[in-house]
């Protein structure tokens, strides 16, 4: 199969813990590489702006703050069905339903401070990285 991308954010609950790291060096076990990174603070319109799918739902004001909360780890990884296997090693978003040795069965506090985010289709991952990053910034 080719090689694809997916947007990976490593959320405040998991960047306050120093899990930087850890998270990383589960994605990397997984098969995936890391060809973008950076750590930034995102503003209150970035955090609109991308979860603008959610602007109706009633926890969208509380996902904006949550996000806004601290600093992120934005990254494009990169792999074989980078999608669904960057999905597989976060797990379900309720921690309490992601399977053993995932990122949320090991590291989320609950199921907003999931510790990650990582797009959820092939077509929202372009979008995302997107968003995040220009081709210049992504080295493969």
Not at 92 to 97: E, F, H, Q
Request: aromatic share 6%; hydrophobic share 40%.
């Amino acid at each position: 199969m080719a090689q694809s991308r997916t947007l990976s954010i490593i959320k405040p609950d998991a960047t306050r813990r120093n899990l930087t790291g850890a998270i990383n060096s589960m994605l990397e076990e997984s098969g995936l590489r890391i060809v973008a990174q950076k750590r930034i603070r995102l503003t209150r319109e970035q955090a609109e702006a991308f979860y603008a799918v959610h602007r109706a739902r009633p926890f969208f004001k509380d996902l904006v703050n949550f996000m806004i909360s601290g600093p992120v780890v934005v990254q494009v990884l990169e792999g074989e069905n980078a999608v669904e296997r960057n999905r597989t090693v976060m797990g379900a978003t309720d921690p309490a339903k992601a399977e053993r040795n995932t990122i949320r069965a090991r590291f989320a506090e609950s199921i907003e401070a999931n510790s990650v985010h990582g797009s959820d289709s092939p077509e929202n991952a372009v979008s995302e990285i997107g968003f995040f990053f220009t081709p210049a910034e992504i080295v493969g």
